[in-house]
């Protein structure tokens, strides 16, 4: 076998193995209908000023069955919603479609049509050149997308409309943000400034930082420390003093004990009381301590009341 006649039958044998996969890649009837319905509601939609709506319908009638008309009037809807860069793709796109041998008079005239809409599209683009004081290191976004560094600073083509650019350096950062009218092109100034450092606090300065913090948790601690143990106390010489006056009569014997009970038990709740209010002026204080500036904080207060068998403590921060 020769080398031509190897090469024609290798050409064969892949048009054979080609042949099923374009078969089956052939819209279904059940695609045709469907994309004929959606682009019917998406013509009502636009005629209604529903563009998002027509946008969706437009969209999945081209996805079904991409057609010159089907892409036109998708182009279109981009259009008429701003999106220049996604219709000017679309119409280009047109004219390379493969024309079909039963292609219909109207889809010829949407070919025709779409090479005038996509020169109408491109005097429609507007651009952004930036220029900023940095070199190679410093990196360029156009609305979040980072533009690669080659092209950092070239002219960049964009839709008519609001933009934010961006420019970060090491230790700078800048951002500008512009407005482009159809057809319009603008050379942006991206000034840098320096990020701000985080303050930094030393470890003494957070321990003695709020004074009033470390006063209050330390009170707490002791109170809760004197208040169990003298509580303890008074509960093993309750048992005691119960003993020694049956029926709640003491003896004089049993006077000295029942003396220390009593102190005991009085001491262990005046100090449990120190320690909650202690702890809990400790803890309110940690929460209210804001790295903010004294001007900008807001007024504090705290009230410590002590009466009859009560004591209360009220903040405001």
């Known amino acids: 076998m020769t080398m031509k006649s190897s ?38 939609l636009r005629d209604k000023q529903d563009l998002a709506g027509a946008l969706a319908r437009f969209n999945a009638a081209y996805a079904l069955v991409p057609t010159p008309i089907t892409a036109l009037e998708l182009a279109r809807t981009h259009l008429a919603m701003g ?19 039963d292609e219909s008079e109207k889809a010829g005239e949407a070919r025709a049509e779409a090479v005038d809409l996509a020169e109408t599209a491109k005097s429609k683009l507007a651009s952004i050149r930036v220029t900023a004081p940095v070199g190679d290191s410093a990196t360029v976004a156009i609305d979040g997308v980072e533009l690669v560094p080659a092209a950092a600073y070239a002219p960049r083509v964009v839709d008519p409309g609001h933009h934010v650019v961006a420019v970060s350096a090491p230790g700078r950062a800048g951002r500008v943000e512009v407005d482009l ?88 709740t005046i100090a449990f009381a120190l320690g909650v209010v202690g702890a809990g002026v400790g803890i309110l204080s940690f929460l209210s301590d804001k790295s903010t500036s004294p001007a900008a904080a807001p007024p504090r207060a705290l009230n410590l009341s002590v009466g009859p068998g009560t004591i209360s403590l009220r903040g405001a921060w």
């Open 7 to 44: 090469s024609l039958a290798f050409a064969l044998v892949c048009a054979a193995l080609l042949a099923p996969a374009v078969a089956f890649a052939d819209p279904s009837v059940a695609d045709v209908e469907s994309a004929k319905l959606a682009y019917r509601e998406g013509k009502e």
């Open 83 to 101: 999106h220049v860069l996604a219709a000017r793709e679309l119409l280009l796109g047109v004219d390379r479609m493969p024309k079909k041998p």
């Open 181 to 268: 009218a159809a057809g319009e092109s603008r050379t942006l100034v991206v000034p840098l400034v320096a990020e701000a450092a985080p303050p930094f606090v030393s470890v003494k300065d957070r321990i003695t930082g709020n004074t009033l913090t470390w006063v209050g948790l330390g009170v707490g601690a002791l109170g809760l420390a004197v208040g169990t143990v003298t509580g303890i106390v008074a509960l093993v010489k309750s048992g005691s003093v119960k003993s020694e006056c049956p029926r709640g009569q003491c003896p004089p014997s049993a006077h000295a004990d029942l003396n220390l009970t009593n102190a005991m038990s009085t001491t262990s």
